[in-house]
Structures are given as C-alpha cells and as structure tokens.
C-alpha cells in the first residue's frame, strides 16, 4: 500500500519561509499530478495546489504568489516552498496524488507566529 510521507514543518516567524517535502516510499508518482493540502485546526482539509507531471501547477488564491510547488521526479519528491509565511497558514499539510489518491500520511506540523 503507499505510503506518503511529509516533512519540513516546524515553526516559523510571521514573513518567514519553509520548504516542505514529500516521499512516497516504495513507489514512484512520478506520472501522477500531485497535490498539496493543509487542514488547520477546527477546519476542512482545504487544497494548496498542484503540479502536473511535466511541472505545469495551478495554485488556490490563498497562496498564490506565496507558495511554489515543485517535484524532483528523478528523487520521487515533491516540494512546497512556501514564503511570507501568514499565521492562517497554520495548519498540518499533507501531499497526494490526484490520480490514484492513497491513504493520507501523518503531514507535517508548520506553525506561524505572529
């Protein structure tokens, strides 16, 4: 079964930065469109954006100009660079394919001070 793994979370000030990853251990996605999302407390997992195979990516309007999805196909990662970090970014963020979505891993914790 795959098994998505996130890390790259931490805390970080108001305005600051952070660059996620996303290992699928045992499996490749490299073919697949990949997501990223975030649930914050007391909220829906909400989407962040997305990266089609050949890099295209398409991002929510909550962080558009603020967040880079990327991928290393040749490592089998994905990445979310994200920067100007806001306090409603707090939340846990997770990865996914959107083609053949897998159980949802643990995520990783990014938590931004105000």
């Known amino acids: 079964q795959v098994r998505l793994v996130e890390s790259g979370g931490g805390l970080v000030q108001y305005g600051g930065s952070l660059r996620l990853s996303c290992v699928a251990p045992?499996?490749?996605?490299?073919?697949?469109?990949m997501g990223w999302y975030r649930q914050a407390p007391g909220k829906q997992r909400e989407s962040v954006g997305w990266?089609?195979?050949?890099?295209?990516?398409q991002y929510s309007q909550s962080t558009k100009g603020r967040f880079i999805i990327s991928r290393d196909n040749a490592k089998n990662t994905l990445y979310l660079q994200m920067n100007n970090l806001q306090p409603e970014d707090t939340a846990v963020y997770y990865c996914n394919s959107l083609n053949r979505p897998a159980p949802w891993g643990p995520g990783t914790q990014v938590t931004v001070s105000s």
């Open positions: 045992g499996t490749t996605f490299s073919s697949d469109t």
């Open positions: 990266i089609a195979p050949v890099g295209g990516t």
